[in-house]
């Protein structure tokens, strides 16, 4: 699982009024290279909760990040590269997610969470 | 097996490992899929600006519609229940990201970040009651409410299924409508049962350009589906309407001397009195008669 799936998923257990984001708990992350697309990546910005990216691509061993970021810094490419790779190149292989609120685990296996949720958290 | 897999088992039982293992083994399959998500994709009207799209893949199974996707470009996120689904996806090795979820109870995803979502063959499962908690209709609302949530203002939501009746296409109709989609379905080859495609095609919120709803495929009896010919023939075209008495008599063809002997030889086996079989059954008259 990417970052940038992270940053989309958010806890939606029953009562859960802020399941966002994901408390990371990585235990094996591996890198895949993907080319780049600044389109694509300029476009993102304005979706993604920075905060919540840069302590997740944090969780998961990568501190390149800065804390804020704002459009500006879109220009650099320096900031960029290390942007594309958190968001895409950074695949969270084995751990788990877990819900900021209740504190729920979601299991991450083969790089699947699996966010199945039992009947009475439905 | 029966045509249905819904009636048979709750998908993440029907697609165990030797059954997703079929799925993806079949080139029948993998064409048609390919197909459906193609026109799918088309269907979502995304703009043509080149920039790729995050988009959501609903019942994602092996990962055949998310290829098409990536094909195009896009970034895509496959949700599926069916883990033995999943795994043939990793060893496919699919671009997406993979979330192995429930629909039915509701999408966890961050309010309006999503381009766009795709689903094929997978509403109808929500239909069904396969455990006692399940309950259809809390289902599918579940399913639609959160998607509408997560999609961004004017994305579309494109859905490829095979109602099984009139009740539930309304049903799925009705969840979608609640959630406060507008839409409508869009048949492709609405004459042929084979062909016969149904696309459940969802806007979200205001787009100032293009909200109109592309038409189906084939309607207009382009491309040769088998009932179209039947169907023009029903049709009467006004010239014919105008056309002289006696040329229109001309036309009809008379019984013909088959058809003559065949009534004879019958009349006769009822005992009838009947004229002889001549060289002059059934033929025509002479005009000067």
């Not at chain 1, 292989?93 to 991450?108: K, M, Q, S, Y």
């Not at chain 2, 895509?76 to 979330?99: F, H, K, P, T, Y």
């Not at chain 2, 639609?144 to 579309?156: K, M, Q």
């Not at chain 2, 009467?236 to 001309?250: C, G, L």
Request: aromatic share 6%.
């Amino acid at each position: 699982m990417r970052l940038l799936t992270h940053n989309m998923l958010s806890s939606n257990i029953k009562g859960v009024t802020n399941g966002f984001p994901l408390r990371i708990e990585a235990e094996k992350v591996v890198e895949k290279v993907v080319e780049m697309n600044a389109d694509f990546l300029k476009k993102m910005f304005e979706k993604i909760d920075w905060k919540a990216f840069a302590d997740a691509s944090r969780a998961m061993g990568y501190a390149e990040l800065p804390e804020e970021a704002d459009s500006s810094m879109l220009e650099s490419d320096e900031f960029l590269q290390r942007y594309h790779h958190a968001l895409l190149e950074l695949h969270l292989e084995e751990g788990a997610l877990i819900c900021p609120e209740t504190g729920r685990r979601f299991p991450v296996n083969k790089g699947i969470p699996n966010m199945l949720l039992h009947e009475d958290e439905v | 097996m029966a045509s249905r897999p819904e009636l048979l088992a709750p998908p993440e039982i029907f697609y165990d490992d030797t059954e997703a293992r079929k799925y993806t083994s079949s080139s029948r399959i993998i064409e048609i899929q390919a197909m459906l998500s193609e026109r799918a994709l088309e269907l979502l009207g995304l703009p043509d600006d080149g920039v790729p799209k995050l988009l959501l893949d609903i019942g994602c199974g092996s990962g055949l519609s998310g290829e098409t996707l990536s094909e195009n470009g896009h970034h895509w996120i496959g949700l599926d229940i069916s883990q033995s689904m999943l795994n043939i996806a990793l060893e496919r090795e699919v671009e997406g990201d993979l979330l192995l979820g429930d629909m039915g109870q509701g999408l966890g995803v961050r309010s309006g970040v999503i381009d766009g979502a795709i689903s094929i063959s997978a509403v109808q499962w929500l239909c069904n009651a396969d455990k006692s908690s399940h309950n259809p209709r809390l289902r599918l609302k579940a399913f639609f409410t959160s998607l509408y949530r997560c999609l961004a203002n004017g994305a579309r939501a494109v859905f490829q299924l095979y109602p099984e009746n009139l009740n539930q296409r309304e049903l799925i109709l009705n969840a979608a409508m609640h959630a406060g989609f507008a839409g409508g379905i869009v048949v492709d080859y609405p004459h042929s049962s084979k062909r016969r495609k149904e696309f459940l095609v969802l806007t979200c919120g205001q787009r100032s350009v293009n909200t109109t709803i592309s038409k189906g495929k084939g309607e207009d009896g382009d491309s040769g589906s088998d009932d179209d010919s039947e169907e023009e023939n029903q049709t009467v075209s006004i010239s014919d309407r105008h056309r002289p008495r006696k040329k229109q008599k001309k036309n009809k063809s008379g019984k013909g001397r088959e058809w003559i002997l065949r009534h004879k030889e019958k009349s006769r086996r009822k005992g009838n009195i009947v004229p002889p079989d001549t060289k002059y059954t059934g033929r025509k008259r002479k005009d000067r008669f």
